[in-house]
């Protein structure tokens, strides 16, 4: 697994010193380290509790019960705001470097709610949930005018959809979020989910 890790970091370069920081700091911890979706996960009582992953830009924390967070120095990230949905991340970037006192606030709290086996509750049913996906307007502007790839994102699950919407949102830039949508387009095409970006690098 530890050769798995390192091949991860090893690939990103740009983010070795970021993300060894980030592994050490999190292997400290009683998380278990794993590799899922081609990304560093950490884990305990048979629950996700962290993900990382290394982008062009900033590197990613999620938090996959983030939303039980009290973010009180307010740094969780929410693509969707007022949707049912767990998942928040922190950015990391070259401007914004880690903060070890703070990140470390948010893991010993996200640890605890995982070994009480605390998740957030949701009582919107699988159907709803999918319905109320904010599909970015550059994202449902190129399903509606190609029916193979709306016929394609309309097969994916609902959290699929919500992964590739999320990918696109949480990009601050209109030139960002069209690199970011053609990258997407080939992967919702063949059915795959949004993991498919890292594994092939």
Request: positive net charge.
């Amino acid at each position: 697994m530890g050769d798995k890790i390192k091949l991860f970091i090893s690939k990103h370069n740009v983010w070795k010193i970021e993300l060894t920081e980030l592994r050490n700091l999190l292997n400290s911890t009683d998380l278990e380290e794993s590799v899922k979706w081609g990304m560093p996960s950490y884990g305990c009582n048979g629950q996700n509790v962290i993900g990382i992953g290394a982008f062009k830009n900033h590197i990613g924390i999620w938090f996959h019960q983030g939303a039980l967070l009290l973010d009180p120095h307010d740094v969780l990230i929410n693509a969707q705001e007022g949707k049912t949905k767990s998942m928040r991340s922190i950015h990391i970037t070259k401007k914004s470097p880690i903060d070890i006192a703070v990140l470390n606030e948010y893991i010993t709290e996200a640890i605890k709610y995982a070994q009480n086996g605390k998740k957030r509750s949701t009582t919107k049913p699988r159907k709803v949930f999918k319905e109320n996906i904010a599909i970015p307007p550059e994202l449902e502007e190129a399903l509606n005018s190609d029916k193979d790839l709306q016929r394609m994102f309309e097969k994916l699950t609902p959290i699929q959809q919500f992964d590739y919407s999320e990918y696109i949102n949480t990009a601050k830039r209109a030139a960002t979020k069209a690199s970011r949508l053609e990258k997407i387009i080939p992967l919702i095409k063949v059915g795959k989910p949004i993991s498919g970006l890292w594994k092939a690098k």
